[in-house]
């Protein structure tokens, strides 16, 4: 193939019109077009919602799920989960560069990609052979597609790549708190991270703060969660609370903000039902942000309604230029989000 | 009771905690509280999902469709369709006022209630007798309950009840796109609609030109919807597209704009798979308003992500405040939008 459409669309093979997200299969063919590069694949990072799937499916059975997902690649020409629709990211070295393609890469360089790989052209060559099937990390050779609209970040040298790709995984939501929190331009904003103590929410709470918040409200399940963050300076305060209790919840926030919601409420809980609650929280006139692929869209718009309740609700966007180095920058002046990333993802590889 | 929680979870008999809408089942006792309000029901207008899905479920069964209907109010104390999560929304007449209810409605007075039928307390007295089971609009005799925080609109003296209602029914949306496309500041703001011809469609249209929209652009489904859109004044360019098939719409709405994409995008088409055509067709910068409840959350997060898309994408709010009194303003100004309701609703019960 010599010209690529920059989405991707000429690798869907079916259903015809289909984009590469859309699509039950791609062609992974290795000939890349113009505008296209080619990654060197060594090590899939399966997102967690799919890794669960298949682990429950296949009662912790390593080989049977190592077997299910050589046979997903196979069939799909990308590791798309069917039953959770998810997939995660890769890491590589950049193999070849189409000579237009714009993404700004040079051979040999290594990346991390920030496009879902549900939608990523994939070719396995080693039959996953060392992966012992239990481990949201898969080690693998093999090569994937990059198209001209894709995202690829370079891997930075001072961070130990198991934190750096846990950094680049959620890198959207700081960028977007930023940006939502600095054009507020009315009065002092005060902000709540439910789901504070993860990795999406703690680089919220210091997105927020870099975006000159004038309180940051850092919202976690238990004692433990409010512990990790007890004097990391992330948050001006910390309440525990379900996020899953709408009335409790929003009653804690309001309190914990003299009385009035939160003008930005940021919902990284990865659970089902938190929708009515993060409404509640949220002051007239303010916006939640939800960053949870457990949201609901209908349960959001008619709970709004039904409430009453004037609040923007924006669907969490992954991708906001920029994102990656300032999660990057967020996280190498922040040595608090360090200790608590190593404490989600460990020490080491 | 004569106490009432503004968001009725007093009302909430199972489960504990939950609030109304995500409730199993409502207590619809008439004894009202201090700030309720007490409806005698006149006609439900069932969801057009809930209704289409207990009509296919029954094989068009008038008789089983109205058993079912009375079996789910009598079981959840409330017209939620277990199904497909939906409920619609009813009319009557005022028939008792709380001394501290907030909503400033009075005895006597005809309301249609803003508020999703998923979350109104509700008892049907006369078996849905007077229903044939073959219609959305269900003629009925019972009360209901509105909570300190529901909304109701007085039924105008001016236009049809069916219309008023049809209108009441999708008033969210034109105060939504007001709000957004008034607030842009910086240049002419160009508005796609998909799914024009309808009645969400059309109030957004007029909505678009009202906040002085530099260009309305209408995308319809077929020859048939552009040509009642034709010579209606409400939008400045009508273009036929499939909003399910991502690439070609994308390319007919950029062409129709000049070869950019739309500041502002609506969505009011109620089917599945329109997020990636619509993320699409969106400007750099620009704005996804999100109204059809068959839009799914992860697919807009991660195809916004996936296509490198720097859009912000909002969930349909039902709720701004003046959306009734707006949506009826722009139909009594707009006479075609009087004649596409007739074509959708009828000119009579």
């Not at 799920?65 to 196979?74: K, N, S, T």
Request: with cysteine; aromatic share 2%; charged share 20%.
């Amino acid at each position: 193939m010599s010209t690529g459409s920059p989405v991707g669309s000429h690798r869907v093979v079916s259903p015809a019109g289909a984009l590469p997200q859309a699509a039950d299969r791609l062609d992974s063919d290795p000939d890349i077009a113009d505008d296209e590069v080619r990654i060197s694949v060594e090590r899939l990072n399966l997102d967690a919602a799919s890794y669960r799937q298949l682990h429950t499916a296949h009662g912790g059975d390593g080989e049977a799920i190592r077997a299910e997902v050589l046979a997903i690649i196979d069939r799909r020409g990308k590791m798309h989960n069917p039953v959770t629709g998810s997939g995660g990211m890769l890491i590589g070295t950049v193999d070849a560069v189409g000579p237009r393609s714009p993404l700004g890469l040079k051979a040999g360089q290594k990346v991390a990609t920030l496009v879902s790989l549900t939608l990523t052209p994939l070719h396995i060559d080693d039959g996953l052979a060392r992966w012992d099937g239990n481990s949201e990390q898969v080690p693998a050779s093999g090569h994937a597609i990059l198209f001209g609209r894709s995202i690829a970040a370079p891997l930075p040298d001072d961070l130990p790549e198991h934190l750096a790709l846990a950094v680049l995984d959620v890198c959207g939501a700081p960028a977007l708190v930023r940006r939502v929190v600095a054009r507020r331009t009315h009065g002092a904003t005060t902000v709540a991270v439910l789901g504070a103590a993860g990795k999406s929410g703690s680089l919220s709470l210091a997105a927020a703060r870099d975006a000159h918040a004038a309180k940051v409200l850092a919202v976690v399940r238990d004692e433990n969660e409010a512990a990790q963050l007890l004097g990391s300076g992330l948050a001006d305060d910390i309440v525990v609370a379900d996020a899953t209790a709408p009335l409790p919840l929003a009653r804690k926030v309001t309190e914990a903000l003299d009385g009035r919601g939160a003008d930005v409420t940021v919902v990284c809980v990865d659970v089902p039902g938190c929708e009515h609650g993060a409404i509640l929280s949220t002051a007239t006139g303010g916006t939640v942000i939800f960053f949870s692929m457990a949201t609901s869209f209908p349960t959001a718009a008619l709970g709004a309604e039904g409430l009453a309740a004037d609040v923007e609700m924006l669907i969490g966007n992954g991708y906001v230029p920029g994102h990656a180095d300032y999660a990057l920058h967020l996280f190498r002046e922040n040595p608090h989000l360090r200790d608590l990333f190593i404490d989600r993802v460990g020490t080491e590889d």
